[in-house]
């Protein structure tokens, strides 16, 4: 049996118009003779607009219930296409989450896949010739329903091809790729052929939202060829896969912006061994994502404690913080909202010095203040104001000459 996982996201679903043209990209494989997997998201819109009545109805969502209610926009998107589809004579059903079933742990509203039934799906595939998959959600072991986090529906698609082992895993969006950076921000932005897993998985953490950053973890490790391209044309677009050497001879290979950022400093915390671990282990125990640390240099024996959580988190790392004052022993807690992270990736910066200080003077130039830096061996990330964020953007993918394709000097 030769199985096809294709997924679309929200734009490509979002009416009547467009479900027909996604049809068009079902029925491709279909005729040839493979089973088709199809994965959908909700509609555009649909799980913020759910987000929003969960928010009106409630000031503390219950987080199961939140999940339960947000799950229920690709349970529309999946059954709607379903019954375009059997009116073209298809045999096909809709399949929701807990139906596949996809497993997960119980983390409601960030929950991660622990097993799918490849067994049980290849039984029903023996009925029908094209599975419509709800996306983002999946069922905990107490078979309450749990959905992946934003951008989830990547995931549920990659997972699915690992796990039925199909030959690639088809990413269909609203660009036709992966760019050099978002090019709805920078029209100068470039698309790539191809990009190594490592890059991709530094590109989505850092807040590209073309591919979910676990959906990029489970393609690396069950090597999974993911294919990134338009539901809108038939050009091909970036094949995400193993590293080559090729891909090595370029410095960087693109530049990511996340908004969705906010700045805590715990002000006047002792220097002394324990205080990280009493900081940073509670928020780690509620899965809240710590990304930027930075301890000022100690006076007094005390210090400052600066580090970044997405802004959704913000509240509760917080709450958490305020709880444990008195324990950690803190002076005053300030949080800022008002800032982004921008980054620039290449597997080529690995045996490559002066990149961070090319960005810096690039950013210099343009008068935007550094607020907090970190780097990696294949990354540098600066913290911003977020009001600067495009013009940041588009000054780095300029000052790497990426429009052209920027090959090491
Ligand atoms: P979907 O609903 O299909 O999942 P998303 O909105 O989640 O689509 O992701 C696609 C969007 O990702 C694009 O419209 C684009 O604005 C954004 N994006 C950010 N960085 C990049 C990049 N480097 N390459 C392509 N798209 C990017
Ligand atoms: N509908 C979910 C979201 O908007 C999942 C997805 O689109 O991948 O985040
Ligand atoms: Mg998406």
Redesign the pocket.
């Known amino acids: 049996m030769n199985i096809v996982v294709q997924k679309f ?1 929200g734009t490509s679903v979002r009416n009547l118009e467009c479900q027909r043209q996604v049809m068009q990209k079902v029925l491709r494989p279909y005729r040839e003779g493979n089973k088709v997997i199809v994965v959908l ?1 909700a509609m555009a819109g649909e799980t913020n607009r759910l987000l929003e009545l969960a928010k009106e109805w409630s000031d503390n969502p219950d987080p199961a219930e939140a999940d339960s209610l947000i799950s229920t926009g690709e349970q529309i998107s999946c059954a709607l296409f379903a019954m375009l589809l059997k009116q073209q004579g298809v045999k096909c059903r809709s399949v929701l989450g807990f139906q596949a079933p996809v497993r997960t742990d119980c983390a409601y509203g960030k929950a991660r896949i622990t097993n799918i039934d490849a067994p049980k799906l290849k039984d029903i595939l023996q009925e029908y010739d094209v599975l419509v998959v709800a996306g983002f959600q999946g069922c905990d072991d107490c078979g309450r329903i749990t959905t992946l986090g934003r ?1 989830g ?2 995931t549920s698609a990659v997972a699915l091809a690992a796990a039925l082992k199909a030959d690639v895993c088809e990413i269909y ?1 609203d660009v036709p790729g992966v760019f050099t950076t978002d090019p709805n921000m920078c029209s100068g932005a470039r698309k790539m052929d191809r990009i190594a897993y490592d890059e991709m998985l530094e590109m989505a953490s850092m807040g590209a ?1 073309v591919l ?1 950053i676990r959906s990029v973890e489970f393609a690396k490790k069950y090597n999974v060829t993911v294919h990134v391209r338009s539901t809108f044309s038939d050009e091909p677009g970036t094949i995400v896969t193993q590293e080559d050497e090729s891909m090595e001879s370029v410095l960087v290979s693109g530049i990511a912006y996340d908004k969705d950022q906010a700045q805590i400093t715990l002000v006047h915390v002792m220097d002394q061994p324990g205080v990280s671990a009493q900081i940073f282990s509670p928020l780690a125990d509620q899965k809240i994502l710590v990304d930027m640390i930075v301890q000022s240099p100690s006076k007094d024996n005390l210090t400052d404690m600066t580090f970044t959580v997405p802004r959704a988190d913000v509240d509760q790392t917080i709450k958490t913080l305020e709880k444990l004052k008195y324990e950690i022993g803190y002076e005053e807690l300030t949080h800022n909202l008002n800032v982004s992270k921008v980054s620039i990736i290449g597997v080529g910066m690995r045996n490559h010095s002066g990149v961070a200080s090319r960005a810096f003077r690039a950013l210099a130039d343009e008068n935007v203040n550094i607020l907090m830096i970190s780097t990696s061996e294949i990354k540098v990330t600066c913290l911003i104001d977020d009001k600067y964020t495009e013009l940041a953007v588009r000054t780095l993918h300029k000052a790497f000459n990426l429009e052209e394709g920027n090959q090491k000097e």
């Open positions: 996201g998201s951008g529906s990547d969006t939202k979910q």
